[in-house]
């Protein structure tokens, strides 16, 4: 299974969620899936929310996701960084 795996930053980071994440790609890999890692830039909350209300953000988002689809199937896994 081919999957994307979108997260805030660096799977590197040293914190218990994105141990987590290590954790399950690691395992997901093991097993024989093709697992992309999607890195979004880390901004403040206020910047997250407000992307939310932004139509252009929208709009890129959609365009990122069609073109993503075409090589990933996008499958939506917990990530509790």
Avoid at 58 to 79: E, F, M, Q, V
């Amino acid at each position: 299974m081919k999957l994307g795996l979108i997260i805030y930053g660096s799977l590197d980071t040293l914190s218990g969620g994105y141990l987590y994440d290590r954790k399950l790609v690691e395992y997901l890999r093991r097993c024989g899936d093709t697992v992309e890692v999607i890195s979004l830039p880390w901004r403040n909350y206020a910047r997250h929310l407000a992307d939310n209300l932004s139509p252009g953000c929208s709009l890129a988002c959609g365009a990122w996701i069609s073109t993503c689809c075409s090589r990933t199937s996008l499958t939506t896994l917990p990530s509790f960084a």
